[in-house]
């Protein structure tokens, strides 16, 4: 059996390296995004090996030494490259325990932090290093039992002490010898065509290195950042601009992703004639719920760093991806893929397919312009906020049937909007943002949606995980592209849970029935019902808050059908805007690796989600986003989260499942429902903002 | 036009010369390399470029050279030497954060807060903490491990 990791790295030499002094090197496709990633995987090849885990090296990806595991995200780092590790780690210990029996002519030995133990005798990993080789094929099912030791343990992250130093360790902080820094003068709106530019006046301000224009596109190269800064500031207001904007406003996106061109795919389809012929006559809810785009906002903005010279192109990059970018950047500069080398370096929080690989390209173009300088490249907040690919928006429209009894009997869903990935080297040609500005560039295809065995994209978490008898969903995939949209953290599943569960908030309503006992009534799935029975436990449901604007709900997922079960409960307070008061989620990750590193992200997830649920929006008019400071588009603050208390389930018999998406779909859900608790208004047009909590009133009225 | 300032950055005096309107973020990252104090949005909207100004938490990226001229820097490389400040002994105890991009800025301004509950001998409460951390974003969802490690400071248990 082999997983798409494994497959693609079949050596165990491509993920682990033993030294002679000591040390054990991990390499990974998956990238650091702040999620904690690189300590979790850590633990599991220490146990894999039987070794410390403070042995354990992890190496940033990288092409060229490091395995290709296409991106990190959806939620499979654990699956994927923690599963790889392990299994390439007891394949090595297997090799390993092979020779050290050899070694001391024994038939049995014992492990021991790396030491081979047989009676007085022993040997180590280290001493056999140079007689054992890794260049050797393994299998998932490699090795026996190990036992755990650093798994399950809440090891602490490994990165974080530099980060409350203040110790160099972002991207933002490389600084190599010679760097010179640059800054790319985005158009003030989409579909604007540079006018004229005047470089000689850019170029005469003080340090300026360099100023490339091709085609639209325009940087600036400088010896500093002050200078780089200085000499954008001047080609702005020396560049004008020319071309029609795209007519969409944020006003109307409903109307336009329903309208526009899309293609169509089934993702289930039942027997019409026969499935349906028993609903006839009964009670049928039919709803349309929708969320707008939405930003990444990482706090700190995109970045990279890039050197051009006689040996090819490096490129340091905080991307998903090292070796899609690489392949995208080649293909954009139209250069074989061995001239391009990516490395990775942390960036800030990453929550999807953001700027790190627009940016990383924008450095490569800069770079070319100096050649044998690194060229560093960080963008401005309002790059960030307004040039960044967009969280698709949705509209979802739900229609479902139940007999007498309010028992479920037809599940109907159309999901409509933008394909969730436009990543480098997915499409056609490439989506680097500052291609479809160079002369000889392309306008960046409409995305796509992952297949359905990734878990899709419009379509994620679009079938209930309940029993709701006969089910058809299509997904109707737009096929142009105004706005730029791709991943962001749980895509469609965002949207669909928060559908799906108010929907079911309201057909227990009509069964006049409680809504975790309506949900476990058509849930059979196991783990389904023990994370609700869970969460009901932990806050004394069906106890409310007490109050006349208080009001509690309930939400619940497995995230892609296939990941982690969640289920969150949230109180709120909704006067003038709505006030999460308290929050409890239970979680089932299978085994868990590292339990506060699951914690931890579960609840900055419900964190995250509640953001986005109550507050947030990309508004934009004649091609340009107006929501590109964080005055127009605010954020949860710490004032506004509330205690959160997440429970566990822990599983040790069970594969691992990422955590870092699970909770997204839920949290939605439970403050749709706690608002409608809360003021008997159903909203079903995100965010949930005192404007469309009055809209939907007057949609009620 | 580009003119002359003197600071004294953790204790250190400098001599800089650049537009007196250049924010003093940009001189502490990039003439000085202190890349500790973060970039976030330039605009004293995310509170990451937080630094202390003769002891008083401002926000780096839009306190200009000129009115930082003469005046003291404490940046977040100081705070942590020659031991760490309570604060980022009690937020590595708690694992408050994921991606920790708007951690300097929180540490500088907790600082401030925990070194003046010491001096009057009192814990910091749930909402004193977060009202004063309100004007720092953190987009990982970090909010509550770093509330409690700040109280935690505060009480003298990390
Ligand atoms: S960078 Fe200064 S407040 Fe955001
Ligand atoms: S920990 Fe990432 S922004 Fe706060």
């Given at each position: 059996m082999a997983t798409p990791s494994i497959e693609a790295n079949?050596?165990?030499?491509?993920?682990?390296?033993?030294?002679?002094?000591?040390?054990?090197?991990?390499?990974?496709?998956?990238?650091?995004?702040?999620?904690?990633?690189?300590?979790?995987?850590?633990?599991?090849?220490?146990?894999?090996?039987?070794?410390?885990?403070?042995?354990?090296?992890?190496?940033?990806?990288?092409?060229?030494?490091?395995?290709?595991?296409?991106?990190?995200?959806?939620?499979?780092?654990?699956?994927?490259?923690?599963?790889?590790?392990?299994?390439?780690?007891?394949?090595?210990?297997?090799?390993?325990?092979?020779?050290?029996?050899?070694?001391?002519?024994?038939?049995?030995?014992?492990?021991?932090?790396?030491?081979?133990?047989?009676?007085?005798?022993?040997?180590?990993?280290?001493?056999?290093?140079?007689?054992?080789?890794?260049?050797?094929?393994?299998?998932?099912?490699?090795?026996?039992?190990?036992?755990?030791?650093?798994?399950?343990?809440?090891?602490?992250?490994?990165?974080?002490?530099?980060?409350?130093?203040?110790?160099?360790?972002?991207?933002?902080?490389?600084?190599?010898?010679?760097?010179?820094?640059?800054?790319?003068?985005?158009?003030?709106?989409?579909?604007?065509?540079?006018?004229?530019?005047?470089?000689?006046?850019?170029?005469?301000?003080?340090?300026?290195?360099?100023?490339?224009?091709d085609g639209s596109f325009v940087g600036?190269?400088?010896?500093?950042?002050?200078?780089?800064?200085?000499?954008?500031?001047?080609?702005?207001?020396?560049?004008?601009?020319?071309?029609?904007?795209?007519?969409?406003?944020?006003?109307?996106?409903?109307?336009?992703?329903?309208?526009?061109?899309?293609?169509?795919?089934?993702?289930?389809?039942?027997?019409?004639?026969?499935?349906?012929?028993?609903?006839?006559?009964?009670?049928?809810?039919?709803?349309?719920?929708?969320?707008?785009?939405?930003?990444?906002?990482?706090?700190?903005?995109?970045?990279?760093?890039?050197?051009?010279?006689?040996?090819?192109l490096r490129v340091w990059t905080h991307t998903q991806g090292v070796y899609p970018l690489r392949k995208d950047i080649a293909r954009a500069l139209d250069v074989p893929v061995d001239a391009v080398s990516v490395e990775h370096v942390e960036g800030a929080g990453c929550y999807g397919h953001n700027g790190a690989d627009d940016v990383a390209y924008d450095a490569a173009l800069l770079a070319f312009a100096v050649p044998g300088r690194p060229v560093h490249v960080t963008w401005s907040r309002e790059d960030e906020l307004g040039w960044a690919p967009f969280g698709p928006a949705m509209v979802v429209d739900i229609e479902s049937t139940c007999d007498g009894d309010g028992t479920i009997t037809s599940w109907t869903w159309n999901g409509f909007g933008n394909g969730h990935s436009s990543r480098p080297s997915t499409l056609r040609t490439p989506s680097l943002l500052a291609f479809a500005s160079q002369s000889a560039g392309h306008a960046i295809p409409p995305s796509n949606d992952p297949p359905m065995t990734a878990g899709q994209g419009t379509g994620r978490n679009a079938i209930p995980g309940y029993e709701v008898g006969a089910v058809t969903a299509v997904a109707h995939r737009l096929t142009e592209m105004p706005i730029r949209a791709s991943a962001l953290r749980s895509l469609g599943a965002h949207l669909n849970v928060f559908a799906i569960e108010q929907h079911m908030d309201d057909l227990a309503q009509h069964a006049?029935?409680?809504?975790?006992?309506?949900?476990?009534?058509?849930?059979?799935?196991?783990?389904?019902?023990?994370?609700?029975?869970?969460?009901?436990?932990?806050?004394?449901?069906?106890?409310?808050?007490?109050?006349?604007?208080?009001?509690?709900?309930?939400?619940?997922?497995?995230?892609?059908?296939?990941?982690?079960?969640?289920?969150?409960?949230?109180?709120?307070?909704?006067?003038?805007?709505?006030r999460m008061q308290r929050m409890w989620i239970a979680v089932d990750v299978g085994r868990v690796v590292n339990p506060d590193g699951v914690v931890n992200q579960i609840e900055g997830g419900a964190i995250q989600s509640a953001s986005w649920t109550l507050l947030e929006q990309v508004r934009f008019a004649d091609g340009r986003v107006v929501s590109d400071t964080w005055e127009e588009y605010p954020i949860l603050t710490f004032n506004d989260v509330p205690p959160i208390e997440v429970s566990l389930l822990d599983r040790p018999d069970q594969p691992w499942l990422g955590a870092g998406e699970a909770s997204m779909g839920p949290t939605a859900a439970a403050l749709g429902n706690a608002l409608m608790d809360a003021t008997g208004i159903r909203v079903r047009a995100l965010p949930l903002t005192p404007e469309s909590i009055i809209a939907a009133m007057e949609l009620q009225a | 036009m580009e003119t002359s300032h003197t600071l004294d950055v953790n204790g250190v005096q400098h001599d800089v010369t650049c537009d007196p309107q250049t924010p003093l973020l940009w001189v502490l990252r990039d003439s000085l390399g202190l890349t500790g104090t973060r970039f976030g949005c330039g605009a004293g909207s995310c509170g990451a470029c937080t630094v202390l100004l003769d002891g008083a938490p401002v926000h780096s990226c839009d306190t200009p050279m000129w009115s930082a001229d003469g005046h003291a820097v404490t940046t977040i490389e100081h705070l942590g030497r020659p031991e760490p400040h309570p604060v980022q002994r009690a937020l590595i105890e708690h694992q408050a954060g994921q991606c920790g991009y708007c951690l300097s800025g929180i540490t500088v301004r907790a600082s401030v807060l925990v070194d003046e509950a010491h001096s009057s001998g009192r814990t910091l409460t749930d909402a004193e903490v977060r009202e004063a951390l309100d004007g720092h974003l953190c987009r990982c969802g970090a909010h509550n491990r770093i509330v409690a490690a700040v109280i935690d400071a505060s009480a003298g248990q990390a």
């Open positions: 079949p050596l165990i030499s491509q993920w682990i390296d033993i030294s002679a002094t000591g040390v054990v090197r991990a390499r990974t496709g998956k990238s650091e995004l702040g999620q904690g990633i690189a300590t979790a995987l850590a633990q599991i090849v220490a146990d894999a090996l039987g070794v410390d885990v403070s042995r354990v090296q992890m190496q940033a990806p990288g092409t060229g030494s490091g395995p290709d595991e296409g991106f990190t995200a959806g939620s499979l780092s654990v699956q994927h490259s923690g599963s790889a590790l392990d299994a390439a780690g007891r394949a090595a210990r297997n090799l390993f325990e092979v020779e050290a029996c050899r070694a001391m002519g024994v038939d049995e030995v014992r492990l021991d932090d790396g030491w081979f133990i047989a009676g007085e005798r022993r040997t180590s990993y280290w001493e056999l290093a140079s007689s054992v080789g890794l260049d050797v094929a393994f299998d998932a099912g490699a090795g026996g039992n190990v036992g755990s030791r650093a798994i399950g343990t809440s090891l602490p992250r490994r990165d974080l002490v530099d980060k409350v130093l203040g110790a160099p360790r972002f991207l933002h902080d490389l600084r190599l010898p010679g760097m010179l820094f640059g800054r790319v003068l985005r158009p003030p709106y989409r579909g604007a065509q540079l006018g004229s530019l005047e470089p000689g006046a850019v170029a005469a301000l003080p340090g300026v290195e360099a100023v490339v224009v600036v190269v400088a010896d500093t950042e002050i200078h780089a800064r200085e000499a954008l500031e001047a080609a702005r207001v020396n560049a004008t601009w020319t071309g029609a904007a795209p007519g969409v406003t944020t006003a109307d996106v409903r109307t336009f992703l329903t309208e526009a061109a899309a293609e169509s795919t089934p993702l289930a389809t039942r027997d019409e004639d026969a499935s349906l012929a028993d609903t006839v006559g009964q009670a049928r809810l039919s709803a349309r719920y929708s969320r707008p785009f939405l930003a990444h906002g990482s706090i700190g903005p995109s970045v990279a760093a890039a050197l051009h010279d006689d040996a090819g006049g029935a409680d809504p975790l006992e309506y949900r476990l009534r058509h849930l059979v799935d196991p783990r389904g019902r023990a994370v609700l029975e869970r969460v009901a436990e932990m806050c004394d449901w069906p106890t409310r808050p007490t109050g006349d604007a208080a009001g509690r709900g309930l939400g619940f997922a497995r995230y892609k059908g296939t990941g982690a079960w969640c289920a969150v409960v949230v109180d709120v307070e909704a006067e003038e805007r709505i | -």
